[in-house]
């Protein structure tokens, strides 16, 4: 299985939050690929910028060892674009984009990311 993280998933599995679940934590570690875009580090850093997380020492670091780095593509925004307008946040649906484009299924606890009709396993 391919799977895209959404970005609270990947702050997850790197802080060991019991929020992820450990059959999905056993699915990320089984994963043929586990990808975590571009747009979750642009993300994560928007947050960090705001006062809404901290980062501890080392996070990117950490992110590249556990992860394959999934770019953003003229495709992943020309499927975006094409998109209804089911989810407010602009990040998520590029994650969307990505996934759908990419043929990878995204695991998240999002319940408005089903909507898209791109696989997804319950985080």
């Known amino acids: 299985m391919r799977l895209l993280l959404d970005t609270h998933v990947a702050i997850w ?3 060991g939050d019991r929020r992820l679940s450990a059959l999905t934590r056993r699915a990320i570690d089984d ?3 586990a990808f975590l875009s571009a747009v979750s580090l642009w993300e994560i850093f928007v947050k960090e910028d ?3 997380l901290e980062l501890p020492l080392g996070f990117v670091d ?3 060892d556990d992860f ?3 770019p ?3 495709e992943h925004a020309l499927e975006g674009r094409a998109l209804p307008p089911l989810h407010r946040d602009p990040f998520d ?3 969307v984009a990505q996934a759908l484009a990419e043929r990878l299924t995204i695991v998240t606890s999002d319940a408005t990311i089903p909507r898209y009709g791109v696989p997804v396993l319950a985080a």
């Open 93 to 95: 649906r590029m994650l």
């Open 13 to 15: 599995w790197l802080a």
């Open 50 to 52: 705001s006062g809404r």
């Open 72 to 74: 953003l593509t003229f």
């Open 31 to 33: 994963a043929d690929d």
């Open 68 to 70: 394959v780095e999934l």
């Open 62 to 64: 950490a992110l590249r």
